[in-house]
């Protein structure tokens, strides 16, 4: 399970680090190891039981590089794309609303868009956390690349962790349409980025 953000204590309460927020949830949920610094990104490892061990990872490539650190993993690993779950924000849904995908196209997101072009595919689970929409007059990277300027949005996203974190866990043991169907919710226009 693979969370999209960017490295630096200047990134780590900005929207576009939602992902690594989630990482963490999982990291306490599952009482996983604690995080190991390797070439291209943090690790911890939990072990779930009738799963297995999953890898949680923090890429440290940046959120445009982010699909060299996925590549190397999913080759170092052998990993099948059935089991990869990548996570990231979105900014065409309101703050904390998820979407479980189980592939689709990166849309406007940098860090998606890296990823396909480093798998050469689309076909990779995917899960969005809604972040807020840009407001006019926004540029979308000044938007992700801030923190939440309104608490209840920030609040939003944090009460929806935990949430999440049972649906990763529902991804990691019956797969990404069960989990699409269970976790999946509509509180916005459902335009998504996909």
């Known amino acids: 399970m693979v969370g999209l953000g960017n490295p630096?204590?200047?990134?780590?309460?900005?929207?576009?680090n939602v992902g690594w927020w989630l990482v963490d949830q999982l990291k306490r949920?599952?009482?996983?190891?604690?995080?190991?610094?390797?070439?291209?990104?943090y690790r911890s490892i939990a072990e779930l039981e009738g799963v297995g061990d999953i890898w949680l990872i923090k890429p440290t490539t940046y959120?445009?590089?982010?699909?060299?650190?996925?590549?190397?993993?999913?080759?170092?690993?052998?990993?099948d794309l059935d089991d990869l779950l990548v996570v990231v924000d979105d900014t065409a849904l309101d703050s904390g609303q998820p979407r479980f995908?189980?592939?689709?196209?990166?849309?406007?997101?940098?860090?998606?868009q890296s990823v396909e072009e480093a798998l050469d595919t689309q076909d990779y689970a995917r899960l969005r956390i809604g972040v807020g929409v840009v407001p006019p007059g926004v540029s979308r990277s000044d938007w992700v690349l801030s923190e939440f300027d309104d608490p209840a949005d920030e609040d939003a996203v944090l009460?929806?962790?935990?949430?999440?974190?049972?649906?990763v866990e529902v991804w990691a043991r019956e797969g990404i349409e069960i989990a699409m169907n269970r976790y999946n919710m509509s509180r916005s226009s459902d335009s998504s980025e996909d």
């Open 29 to 41: 949920r599952w009482s996983a190891k604690p995080f190991q610094q390797e070439d291209l990104w």
């Open 101 to 112: 995908r189980a592939r689709g196209s990166a849309g406007s997101h940098n860090g998606l």
């Open 63 to 79: 959120m445009n590089r982010s699909g060299i650190a996925v590549r190397v993993l999913v080759e170092s690993l052998d990993l």
């Open 8 to 16: 630096g204590a200047r990134y780590d309460a900005t929207r576009h």
């Open 159 to 167: 009460e929806v962790l935990p949430h999440l974190a049972e649906g």
